[in-house]
C-alpha cells in the first residue's frame, strides 16, 4: 500500500516563476492537507481539502497562493510569482473519509521548494 | 488560541538510558494531542495520539506518551533510548475549530542518542 506521494521532491525557481506542487494521497483517503516548514521551524497549517472542496484554507496566504483537490487525480498546490520567502519544505497529509478528527494524518516526503 | 510548547530544543541521552521529550499544550475544550518524528530529508511519522481513555498512550518503536490533564502536558517516554532513535520530534495539537485535524505543531525538539 503505496504511502502519500509528492512531486516533485525538489523545486528550484527563478523569482516571479511559478511553483506547482502535487500530492497524491493514500489509497482511499479522501481528506488532503498542506503545511508548510521553514528552516529550523515547526510546520504551519496552510489548507485542508476534500475531493473538489476547499473546507479550511485560512493557513494560506490570500495573494499567489491556491490549492485544488479534483475529482480525478493529485492534489495541487499552486504558488504564482515565487518570491525568496516562499523557500521552505511543503508538506502533503491525507487522511481516511468520514470523521476526519478521529484519525491521524499520513505524511508524505514532502517538496523542497528553493527560490533563487 | 491553541497552542503547544516543546521547552527544549534538543535533548541529549546515552544509549540504554530512558528518554524524555517534553511537551506542553494549550486549548480550549479538550485535547487532542499527537506526536510525529521526522528524520533527515524525510516527511513525519506518526508515532502516538491521545484522544481519550487512558493517560499513557503507546505508540509505535516503543515510545509512549504520558497525558497530564492538571499539568497540560503530554511528554513522550521511551524506557531505553537506541542510536536510531535520533530525529527531530514533533508534538502536535488539534485545532478544535472545525471537525477534522488542523494540526498545530510545536517548533519541535532534536533528540541526539549518542553510543
Known amino acids: 500500500n503505496a504511502g502519500v506521494m509528492q512531486n516533485p521532491r525538489h523545486l528550484v525557481r527563478r523569482r516571479g516563476q511559478e511553483a506547482r506542487l502535487r500530492c497524491s494521497p493514500m489509497?482511499?483517503?479522501?481528506?488532503v492537507y498542506w503545511y508548510r516548514q521553514l528552516p529550523e521551524e515547526g510546520l504551519k497549517f496552510m489548507v485542508y481539502?476534500?475531493?473538489?472542496?476547499?473546507?479550511?484554507e485560512s493557513g494560506m496566504p490570500k495573494e499567489r497562493f491556491s490549492a485544488e483537490f479534483p475529482k480525478e487525480g493529485p492534489s495541487i498546490l499552486r504558488i504564482q510569482q515565487v518570491v525568496r520567502g516562499d523557500s521552505a519544505a511543503y508538506f502533503c497529509?491525507?487522511?481516511?473519509?468520514?470523521?476526519?478528527?478521529?484519525?491521524?494524518?499520513?505524511f508524505g516526503p514532502g517538496t523542497r521548494l528553493t527560490v533563487t | 488560541a491553541q497552542s503547544v510548547a516543546q521547552p527544549e530544543d534538543q535533548v541529549n541521552v546515552a544509549e540504554g538510558n530512558p528518554l524524555t521529550v517534553k511537551c506542553t499544550y494549550s486549548?480550549?475544550?479538550?485535547?487532542?494531542l499527537f506526536w510525529y518524528v521526522q528524520y533527515p530529508n524525510r516527511g513525519l511519522q506518526f508515532l502516538l495520539k491521545?484522544?481519550?481513555?487512558?493517560?499513557l498512550v503507546k505508540g509505535s518503536y516503543g515510545f509512549e506518551a504520558e497525558f497530564n490533564k492538571s499539568q497540560t502536558s503530554f511528554h513522550l517516554k521511551k524506557p531505553s533510548a537506541l542510536v536510531s532513535d535520533s530525529a527531530l520530534y514533533f508534538c502536535?495539537?488539534?485545532?478544535?475549530?472545525?471537525?477534522?485535524?488542523?494540526?498545530?505543531f510545536g517548533a519541535g525538539t532534536r533528540l541526539a542518542v549518542h553510543p
Open positions: 481539502l476534500q475531493k473538489e472542496n476547499i473546507i479550511d
Open positions: 502536535a495539537v488539534r485545532d478544535g475549530t472545525g471537525g477534522y485535524n488542523k494540526l498545530i
Open positions: 486549548v480550549s475544550g479538550n485535547p487532542y
Open positions: 497529509a491525507s487522511s481516511p473519509p468520514g470523521t476526519s478528527f478521529l484519525y491521524e494524518q499520513y
Open positions: 491521545y484522544i481519550t481513555g487512558d493517560n
Open positions: 489509497k482511499g483517503h479522501s481528506h
